[in-house]
């Protein structure tokens, strides 16, 4: 017989095969049952943990994402900062892929919130990657900071989602090369 598992051990088998049945069935198709099967649990176990399908989702996209952290270090020069951030953004791209899969679901019925409030539950917590390279960059004087407007400096995040929102998956590399190469570095840099 198996050994029973318990406490962190139990909840992180079953916020594995939570993300496993939404990368693989999406919200629509996600049900506390077949994450209890696959887990090996039953499901009075999940409802003693999470209130309902929607808060085991949003814990399993969580975990998810934690395992791939976006926070890229001071590496001196902008681009080589913002093609490794992309890199690490598309380790995660199907955590992004399945969040959104909740934004186009009966979620907000289930649950009564706001896309805002599911977007603060997935980013709770996170440190904001881009920004800070930004404003490493602006200080480096590789980046003028008056060129830094709200669409601009969100623009290398908003391709990125669109990407993976559009194609369930990541951008290739060279794709994200030519973002920052031909079309954010141009429109940031100092002259």
Same mark, same amino acid.
């Given at each position: 017989m198996a050994e029973r598992r318990r406490g962190a051990e139990l909840e992180e088998a079953i916020l594995e095969a939570a993300w496993l049945e939404l990368a693989e069935h999406g919200y629509a198709g996600f049900t506390m049952?077949?994450?209890a099967e696959r887990a090996g649990t039953s +499901? &009075?176990?999940l409802a003693r943990r999470w209130d309902g399908k929607a808060q085991l989702a949003v814990a399993a996209i969580r975990q998810e994402m934690t395992k791939? &952290?976006?926070?890229?270090p001071d590496r001196?020069?902008? +681009? %080589?900062?913002?093609l490794e951030f992309l890199e690490r953004a598309s380790d995660r791209a199907s955590g992004v892929a399945a969040a959104f899969t *909740?934004?186009? $679901?009966?979620?907000?019925?289930? %649950? $009564? $919130?706001? =896309?805002k409030d599911l977007q603060?539950? *997935?980013?709770?917590? +996170?440190?904001k990657a881009l920004p800070a390279i930004l404003e490493r960059a602006v200080k480096r004087g590789e980046v003028? =900071?008056?060129? *830094? %407007? =709200?669409p601009v400096a969100s623009l290398l995040g908003t391709l990125f989602r669109e990407h993976v929102v559009m194609n369930f998956s990541a951008p290739p590399p060279n794709l994200r090369k030519a973002w920052v190469d031909t079309v954010f570095l141009p429109l940031v840099k100092t002259r």
């Open positions: 049952e077949a994450v +499901r &009075p176990v791939h &952290p976006v926070e890229v001196g020069n902008v +681009r %080589t900062e913002l *909740l934004f186009a $679901s009966e979620y907000f019925a289930e %649950t $009564s $919130s706001a =896309p603060a539950a *997935l980013i709770q917590g +996170r440190a003028d =900071p008056k060129k *830094l %407007t =709200p």
